[in-house]
């Protein structure tokens, strides 16, 4: 009796496990279904228009790059998040928000403006005239990871400039920017230009209605140097750079101006002859085993620290004193090659966080210009000699390899050439409209915010 009652026990427990078990699975599958039907809502791709890929199509004669697969159209948030190198960036942050990590997302609405509608785009920029084939890349725009970042308003804008005078002091990125933001600005009031010089790299423009004037000054270097080169770039000499001494061009107009953006750049990384106190102290890139190579960045280093000591020595009446933008540098896109060997940029579309990393020597300018600018803040921070901030695009620039004019900065490249043609690329500046137009939401989200208008 004993023992059929222990088979019977036995089968009892046997069911009970097998029921157990089933339980089990439909459980499983039940939350396996929920996990992938919520996925597949999430993870969906975006269609791009009714045409499919609108991208730029690319040659066959120029292979696409290896090392760098196109961005796939599936994409989640935390794919394109990106943010600046680690270091002190309380000075990038409004009182909730860093501007500057965040992603790229589309923007079904477009650009501010056209190339129709904005008459002071300069050739090289104007990549839709100059038949660019094309046009996703001015759908997208920056979008911070923790707050929303409001559309440039150029209304609001010019009544914060209203009797104001505000200068891009660099080189010719800061030329493009200033075009840009006469662009944004152009729906409200067209700029009237009032000067140029010989060159058309100083120049300003006035916005009468408003008493508001914008200046580009041309100071790659932002210190006193002679450059014997031609305006293909082609050099016949070395660059002679005091490292001490400010560039007059820029310091003789500074004490009138109310805001200031100011950058450094690739300048550079060019081959030139170091001075300090008038004396040849080194070299960067001078093949002469008579002169110590000091490297670019020990020039970009004392350059960055030349000018901020410059600014923070002005004295100036306490209502007068400027509102500082320091722009980091923008990173180029060239691939398999330099803008001289062949170098070309033909990627269609933004980049996520993790395809693409700053390359060493971007990474070596933005060390300096981290570096430079924390020690160089404190003697801001108090206000007497101005309000001095850190504007960050580098990193959110670079997701952008899609943006820029490549062979399209000259008009209809392949015109009788064919399509085996050798073109040069500019892989460093940016179509107009295109990414960089994003840079002014930025600033005016950080004058809105760091001067609480």
């Not at 680690?86 to 079904?108: M, V």
């Not at 002071?120 to 990871?145: A, H, L």
């Not at 170091?274 to 960067?284: I, M, R, W």
Request: with cysteine.
């Amino acid at each position: 009796m004993k023992q059929l009652n222990s088979s019977s026990v036995q089968r009892n427990n046997t069911f009970s496990s097998i029921f157990v078990k089933f339980g089990v699975c439909f459980l499983f599958l039940g939350l396996a279904y929920r996990l992938f039907s919520s996925s597949f809502v999430q993870f969906s791709p975006v269609l791009l228009g009714d045409g499919g890929d609108t991208g730029l199509a690319v040659d066959a004669t120029t292979p696409p790059p290896q090392l760098l697969a196109e961005p796939p159209t599936e994409t989640t948030d935390a794919d394109r998040l990106v943010s600046p190198a680690s270091h002190n960036a309380s000075q990038n942050f409004t009182e909730t928000c860093d501007l500057f990590t965040g992603e790229w997302i589309r923007d079904p609405n477009g650009p501010m403006y056209t190339n129709t509608t904005c008459r002071t785009i300069e050739s090289p920029q104007n990549c839709m005239k100059n038949g660019r084939p094309d046009f996703d890349y001015v759908y997208w725009r920056w979008k911070p990871r923790d707050c929303n970042l409001p559309k440039f308003d150029p209304k609001k804008f010019l009544n914060i400039m209203r009797y104001k005078s505000l200068a891009f002091i660099g080189d010719s990125i800061m030329r493009n920017h200033v075009q840009s933001l006469l662009c944004m600005l152009s729906p409200v009031e067209e700029a009237v230009e009032i000067y140029h010089d010989k060159t058309y790299r100083n120049r300003r423009w006035s916005f009468p209605t408003h008493h508001f004037t914008v200046s580009v000054i041309w100071s790659p270097f932002l210190m006193k140097a002679f450059t014997f080169e031609d305006d293909n770039g082609v050099s016949t000499g070395l660059i002679k750079l005091h490292l001490d001494e400010v560039d007059p061009v820029w310091t003789n107009a500074y004490e009138d101006l109310d805001y200031v953006i100011i950058a450094g750049g690739k300048w550079f990384l060019k081959s030139a002859l170091y001075y300090e106190n008038k004396t040849l102290v080194g070299c960067h890139n001078c093949h002469n085993e008579n002169i110590t190579q000091l490297g670019f960045g020990y020039a970009y280093e004392k350059a960055l620290s030349s000018t901020f000591k410059f600014m923070a020595d002005s004295k100036r009446e306490k209502n007068r004193t400027p509102f500082i933008l320091f722009r980091t540098s923008a990173p180029d896109h060239f691939e398999n090659g330099e803008w001289d060997t062949g170098g070309y940029c033909n990627r269609s579309r933004p980049f996520k966080m993790g395809e693409i990393e700053i390359n060493d020597t971007d990474e070596i300018m933005r060390r300096v210009e981290l570096g430079e600018f924390e020690r160089a803040y404190s003697s801001f921070h108090d206000g007497e000699v101005g309000l001095m901030k850190m504007f960050d695009p580098t990193m959110l620039s670079l997701l952008r390899p899609d943006g820029h004019p490549g062979v399209y900065r000259e008009f209809h490249p392949y015109e009788g050439k064919g399509r085996d043609a050798k073109i040069q690329n500019d892989c460093l500046h940016w179509c107009l409209p295109g990414p960089i137009d994003s840079w002014n939401d930025l600033i005016m989200e950080m004058l809105v915010k760091d001067l609480k208008l």
